[in-house]
């Protein structure tokens, strides 16, 4: 990967703008796209929580000249689909000037593109054209919001252009907007910092509070004013919600929070009833016994804690601003025994669609598995930090992970393409089985992220020899190579065998072994793949890879070639394992 200097060292904002850049690349690179385009998803997968293959697969949508377009997706949480044009400059003298004019231009310009999929298609764009349709079809009321994202400097004439289009009539359906590198890496910064929890800090009370205990642990509930959670979300930012699986979705008209904050300023003293409350989880809370504090008010001190069910409440007070600072608020404060913690989060946000893969990482399973990998140094179940940060081998992804082990079951590997969310609810259990051992979840691990390697390379090889068919080795088809392997391990290996692990499958020569199933397997893959591909069957390369029916050919295909294979044509992985000293 190419190393960039972009500002002198020991500043703050260079070393974040060096991991954008180099996560950048590393996508661009995965997704056999351009630097804009791989800015585009980049942008997407952090700041929306998008899946990272699916905003990849979305970059590349393949078409040549892309109007404009660089990436097109949906967001469930303020209701509006998103049209991105992307600008990520190569050197610093590009980086340090204002974002060029015509970039706003080309968004301007892929309107009609936008709202006629059709004229894309019958230029040959068939995959944009899908792109766009499908993503529209899918929620027709969502609002269509036009943004122009920037690694340049902030371009003043770009915003008075944006302040104009949002005042004319012609432009009246849809929304626009400018971030440029200053945003943008302010907004890196808070996502970076505020999966920490608060560390320490105090919640006053107005006037007394109640406690409770039981199985669950101990809480505190009483009335704390507007101004005390203001405070709060003053000093702390977006850190106050680390322990929140939705942040805030905006008072967008009509929405919820547009009448939390209009109750708050226009009718404070009512709060109190009509709102559900917030909910504070923390690791202990300390009473103070301080007679000189106003008996009016009761204090508490919390260590490491953060709001779990709230955020959208304290968000809006904080936008209603000082007329709000009198309303009261309904709190509660649990300190809650470390295996009820997960469950608290989920049951509070059971309304607002929780994503459910952050109560699975902290339940007994993945602490079990945390524990055992970090023996061999080995930082487990974060979330698609290498979305975020350049690949670190010492580091597996709890969301990758699943796919990696779901794509090893046929009853699972579309669901585990089309929706990865979803493999953390009802075949979370049947992947993650009670007797799953650090051993499977290591070797899923290795051969994913082996296979997305190898995928990526033979891809720029397809592509330097204009390979029409190079798109059936879209990002997606690194779940199909990890099928395809797992088949090939199942006849000339016992990966149950006892000599194999976790030290012994980092070694060199293990490596070297599992490297030869997934060069087969990309071979075999792309052969099929090739045979079986028929456009007017099953549309483009994308849809292919999410057909049920393709996978059925491709299966009964794979395992008739596997059983043709002749006996030791690969290495068996138990007698490499045993082989290796350590």
């Known amino acids: 990967m190419k190393h960039i200097t972009i500002f002198s060292a020991g500043n703050k904002m260079a070393t974040n703008i060096l991991d954008i850049f180099e996560s950048i690349d590393s996508?661009?690179?995965?997704?056999?796209?351009?630097?804009?385009?791989?800015?585009?998803?980049?942008?997407?997968?952090?700041?929306?929580?998008?899946?990272?293959?699916?905003a990849l697969e979305a970059a590349a949508a393949d078409g040549g000249n892309d109007q404009g377009i660089d990436l097109v997706f949906s967001d469930p949480n303020s209701s509006q689909h998103y049209v991105i044009q992307a600008y990520c400059p190569d050197n610093e003298n590009s980086r340090n000037k204002a974002t060029p004019k015509k970039k706003w231009d080309a968004i301007s310009s892929s309107i009609p593109f936008i709202t006629n999929p059709e004229i894309l298609a019958n230029s040959g764009r068939n995959d944009l054209a899908e792109l766009i349709t499908d993503t529209f079809q899918k929620n027709p009321e969502f609002s269509v919001t036009f943004g122009l994202i920037s690694l340049a400097k902030h371009n003043t004439d770009i915003e008075t252009s944006i302040k104009a289009a949002k005042k004319s009539d012609v432009y009246k359906k849809y929304d626009f907007f400018q971030e440029s590198q200053e945003t943008i890496v302010e907004k890196y910064n808070e996502l970076i910092e505020e999966e920490g929890g608060i560390p320490e800090d105090s919640i006053t009370f107005s006037g007394s509070y109640f406690k409770d205990s039981d199985e669950y642990g101990m809480a505190w509930v009483g009335t704390?004013?507007?101004?005390?959670?203001?405070?709060?979300?003053?000093?702390?930012?977006?850190?106050?919600?680390?322990?929140?699986?939705?942040l805030y979705l905006g008072a967008r008209k009509g929405g919820i929070n547009e009448q939390i904050v209009k109750t708050a300023q226009e009718s404070p003293g009512k709060f109190w009833a009509l709102n559900n409350g917030i909910t504070i989880v923390a690791d202990s809370v300390t009473e103070k016994n301080d007679s000189s504090e106003d008996s009016t008010t009761e204090k508490i001190t919390l260590k490491r804690f953060s709001i779990v069910n709230g955020c959208q409440t304290t968000s809006s007070l904080v936008k209603a601003g000082k007329t709000a600072e009198n309303a009261k608020v309904l709190v509660r404060i649990i300190a809650a025994k470390t295996g009820i913690k997960n469950e608290i989060t989920r049951y509070n946000n059971s309304q607002n669609?929780?994503?459910i893969w952050a109560v699975r990482a902290t339940d007994e399973i993945q602490e079990q598995l945390k524990k055992q990998f970090a023996t061999i140094n080995i930082q487990y179940a974060p979330k698609q930090q290498g979305s975020r940060k350049k690949t670190d081998s010492s580091i597996i992804e709890l969301d990758k992970v699943t796919q990696f082990l779901a794509a090893t079951k046929q009853e699972f590997l579309i669901q585990a393409i089309n929706n990865k969310a979803e493999l953390f609810d009802e075949p979370y259990q049947k992947i993650y089985k009670?007797?799953?051992?650090?051993?499977?979840?290591?070797?899923?691990?290795?051969?994913?992220?082996?296979?997305?390697e190898i995928r990526t390379q033979r891809v720029e090889e397809l592509a330097k020899n204009n390979d029409e068919n190079v798109n059936l080795l879209g990002v997606a088809s690194s779940l199909w190579i990890i099928y395809c392997t797992y088949k090939l391990i199942d006849k000339f290996s016992d990966i149950q065998s006892n000599h194999i692990s976790l030290e012994k499958m980092a070694a060199p020569e293990f490596t070297n072994a599992l490297e030869k199933y997934i060069n087969k397997s990309v071979d075999l893959f792309y052969e099929?793949?090739?045979?079986?591909?028929?456009?007017?069957?099953?549309?483009?390369?994308?849809?292919?890879?999410?057909?049920?029916?393709?996978?059925?050919?491709?299966?009964?295909?794979?395992?008739?070639?596997?059983?043709r294979l002749p006996a030791r044509s690969l290495p068996d992985l138990a007698n490499t394992a045993k082989s290796i000293k350590l």
Not at 434 to 452: C, F, N, S
Not at 548 to 563: E, T
Request: charged share 30%.
């Open 27 to 54: 996508l661009a690179a995965r997704g056999n796209i351009t630097r804009n385009k791989a800015f585009a998803a980049w942008y997407a997968i952090n700041f929306f929580d998008i899946n990272e293959d699916d």
């Open 224 to 246: 704390v004013s507007a101004k005390e959670l203001m405070r709060l979300h003053s000093t702390y930012q977006l850190k106050l919600f680390a322990g929140n699986v939705r």
């Open 353 to 355: 669609a929780v994503k």
């Open 434 to 452: 009670r007797t799953i051992k650090p051993v499977e979840v290591y070797l899923a691990w290795r051969v994913g992220t082996m296979a997305d």
């Open 528 to 563: 099929l793949g090739v045979d079986t591909y028929d456009r007017d069957e099953y549309g483009s390369f994308k849809s292919t890879l999410r057909s049920v029916k393709f996978l059925q050919k491709i299966d009964s295909k794979v395992n008739l070639r596997a059983s």
